[in-house]
């Protein structure tokens, strides 16, 4: 590691780099504090967050649900449904949904809050120093907030093709015919979805035994279930290994149980994953570590191997989540900012997340997977959201939450649910473990009768029953015994 004089005088308290999620809290916090901040972006404010991640795919997600809906006439009551639909007034309605937030995320609120925001390529030249459109900037700390981009599998003869990938989909005017969707993890999962909705006939591929190996083999096993029944063909266990075009023909060439197996598309969609964003701008000629999975390497204050310099966000990880991108800019700026006095270390214990597919798969904390690699004894609780009046009445009564527990105590250790609007119905379960509170508290509270949220309180009082006090009880009831005379 290279050592630089630090300057005398600094023309700003913080740098940040990127307008992201993690450098948008960034900035907003220090300009909060009253501390000098300017914020460097290249391209747009916002991310990749507002313009190719969340805010679109979530706007995609929501037409498909109401094309889902109408293919489901008859279980609402109706004898027949139909839509008329051009693809590309879908996708310009998720276009309307990304200009309507942008002003969130604007050059024009960030200035008013407090922030110079310059447009232009960033290069960091020292541990206290930016240059940015010709001119050199100074700040006592910096803020690496660069993102991440589509990571890209070395397939044989990718790039004769015109690929899209979670950056560039969002350009499609035309329904493909056949999607192949390379991926199965969270963004493959809800875009392959999405795409069948709309009427593409697709083919998931997944190298490894399922998709969304994060989560439990019962929750994965669930979904890939309902995929099957919309008519999604889900391959597992099969790697791409080259792409290829015969008589005009494209396909995709796998390894499956040792043959070769060809499938035809016309689009392929790449969503095998995301690369943290560090060529380009000076962390390579400065030495700043990073991991073996690329990202940058921090310890738990979020500093680099340069104490100046702080990374927040996809480009270090762990978690590739804009909520989880925001927490962690929270310690950059108050570590940068003040931690002469005090610093605080990273917090990952209560982060949640949830898939949107349908239905949605939202978790915190540890599931059985998590809790078995690490060795930590658990109790699994179960309830089953077909048996909840809400869900039954909103023809969703499919899902199930689990809840791990500390054996024989409601400490609450993780939670996984399934189901309609589960990302919603995790945050009662959030609340409670990052203030540890336990099942007990969520049993003992009032839930609004007919809502999803009550499957949180089946289910602590499905744990509270298999808890329940037998010596107690006996006496119980040989008192009541006794009071009938």
């Known amino acids: 590691m290279k050592k630089y004089p630090k300057p005398k005088r600094f023309d700003h308290n913080l740098i940040v780099i990127g307008a992201g999620s993690a450098g948008l809290v960034a900035a907003y916090i220090a300009a909060a504090v009253k501390a000098k901040v300017t914020l460097i972006e290249k391209d ?12 679109p795919s979530k706007a995609l997600i929501r037409s498909a649900k109401y094309m889902s809906h109408i293919r489901r006439a008859n279980e609402f009551g109706f004898k027949s449904a ?90 499609l005017e035309t329904l493909p015919e056949k999607l192949l969707v390379l991926g199965g993890g969270p963004i493959g999962c809800e875009l392959t979805q999405c795409f069948a909705r709309l009427g593409s006939q697709v083919t998931q591929i997944e190298m490894t035994p399922r998709i969304l190996s994060i989560e439990d083999e019962a929750i994965s096993q669930r979904l890939m279930q309902r995929f099957s029944e919309e008519g999604i063909d889900v391959r597992t266990n099969h790697k791409a290994t080259e792409v290829r075009i015969q008589e005009g023909r494209k396909l995709l060439i796998c390894e499956y149980q040792g043959q070769d197996v060809s499938i035809e598309f016309d689009q392929l969609l790449v969503a095998v994953g995301r690369k943290a964003n560090t060529k380009g701008y000076g962390l390579e000629e ?40 925001s927490h962690q800019a ?9 931690g002469l006095f005090k610093k605080f270390r990273v917090d990952y214990s209560v982060i949640p997340w949830t ?131």
């Open 286 to 325: 400065l030495g700043v570590a990073t991991r073996d999975d690329g990202t940058v390497e921090v310890n738990e204050y979020l500093q680099t191997n340069y104490p100046s310099l702080y990374a927040c966000g996809d480009v270090t990880g762990p978690f590739q989540f804009t909520h989880a991108a």
């Open 355 to 485: 898939t949107f597919t349908d239905p949605e798969i939202a978790s915190v904390g540890l599931n059985e997977q998590r809790a078995n690699d690490k060795g930590i004894a658990y109790e699994l609780t179960e309830f089953d959201i077909g048996d909840l009046d809400r869900a039954i009445a909103e023809q969703e009564a499919y899902g199930v939450v689990r809840v791990l527990t500390k054996p024989g105590k409601d400490a609450i250790l993780g939670v996984t649910i399934m189901g309609d609007h589960a990302g919603e119905t995790l945050a009662e379960f959030v609340l409670a473990m990052k203030h540890g509170l336990g099942l007990n508290k969520i049993l003992g509270a009032i839930h609004t009768y007919p809502t999803l949220a009550e499957a949180n309180k089946f289910a602590a009082g499905i744990w509270k029953k298999a808890h329940a006090p037998a010596g107690l009880l006996r006496w119980v009831k040989r008192f009541h015994t006794w009071r009938r005379g």
């Open 44 to 55: 747009k404010m916002g991310g990749d967050c507002l313009h190719t991640g969340c805010v």
């Open 82 to 171: 139909n839509a008329e639909f051009d693809f590309a007034d879908i996708m310009r309605r998720v276009q309307g949904v990304i200009q309507k937030i942008e002003p969130h995320d604007s050059v024009e609120r960030y200035e008013q809050l407090g922030v110079e925001c310059i447009q232009g390529q960033a290069r960091i030249i020292t541990p206290y120093s930016v240059e940015v459109n010709g001119q050199t900037l100074t700040a006592r700390s910096i803020v690496i907030a660069t993102g991440a981009g589509p990571l890209i599998p070395p397939i044989k003869n990718i790039d004769t093709i015109e690929y899209l990938t979670s950056d560039t989909v969002w350009m």
């Open 330 to 338: 929270w310690f950059c700026s108050v570590n940068a900012l003040f």
